[in-house]
């Protein structure tokens, strides 16, 4: 199957500063997206970004297809910005959706 | 409110008790499905389903069922939990197979 790998595993900040996070994935995917986990537990839908770059508000996301990547900018980092962040990919083949998580990039942004 | 439903939020059972997690979206979405969350690993996929009583294997499907009998609701049904099912569980929906997809809150299960 489909490989997933998010890099880095941890990443601690100090509040306000830029981070970058990155999802490598080994075959032609339909769709990506990237989920944001809170220290509660809930996940939150960020990005549906198949493709190019989305931004909103802090937080932007680039995906090339095309070289199998996508990448997770988040700009002047808060405390509220800390928990796990996924990003999973979608194989369509016939009538299956399967979806595949990366093991995800622990962030923690100290005050 | 659009959401995902999942009950309970925490449990703990004994192997071999059967147990069901129920899941429910008020967003007439089309495609739902179960993921469980263990550390090291993150989100497996269980169980997927497109449309109501079309129901397809994820990644670990093995000590699970799930049905579809209605559009709103996707179950999931342990027959005999055995202790490597103790995890944290994931329900989600969209509105077709591809599209974003919502998460319920999650459900702690524990089998002793």
């Known amino acids: 199957g489909i490989q997933v790998e998010q890099s880095p595993p941890d990443l601690i900040l100090q509040e306000g500063a830029n981070s970058t996070l990155r999802c490598n994935f080994s075959?032609?995917?339909?769709?990506l997206q990237w989920f944001h986990q809170n220290p509660w537990g809930q996940l939150i839908n960020l990005f549906y970004?198949?493709?190019g770059t989305k931004q909103n508000g802090r937080l932007s996301a680039t995906t090339v297809a095309t070289e199998r990547y996508s990448l997770l900018y988040i700009s002047s980092s808060q405390t509220t910005d800390s928990g796990v962040y996924f990003c999973?990919?979608?194989?369509?083949?016939?009538?299956?959706?399967?979806?595949?998580f990366g093991s995800g990039t622990q962030l923690t942004v100290l005050p | 409110e659009a959401q995902v439903t999942q009950n309970p939020r925490y449990l703990i059972t004994v192997t071999g008790k059967k147990l069901t997690v129920t899941c429910s979206q008020n967003?007439?979405?089309?495609?739902m499905s179960w993921y469980r969350q263990d550390p090291g690993l993150g989100l497996r996929q269980i169980y997927y389903?497109?449309?109501?009583?079309?129901?397809d294997k994820g990644d670990v499907p093995e000590g699970y069922k799930v049905s579809r009998k209605e559009k709103r609701n996707f179950p999931l049904i342990l027959e005999s939990p055995s202790p490597n099912q103790t995890s944290l569980y994931f329900c989600?929906?969209?509105?077709?197979?591809?599209?974003?997809?919502?998460f319920g809150n999650g459900t702690r299960l524990t089998v002793t």
């Open positions: 999973a990919v979608l194989i369509s083949s016939g009538s299956a959706r399967q979806l595949t």
């Open positions: 389903s497109m449309n109501v009583e079309v129901t």
């Open positions: 989600a929906s969209s509105l077709v197979g591809g599209a974003p997809l919502h």
């Open positions: 967003m007439n979405h089309e495609y």
């Open positions: 075959d032609s995917v339909n769709n």
């Open positions: 970004i198949p493709s």
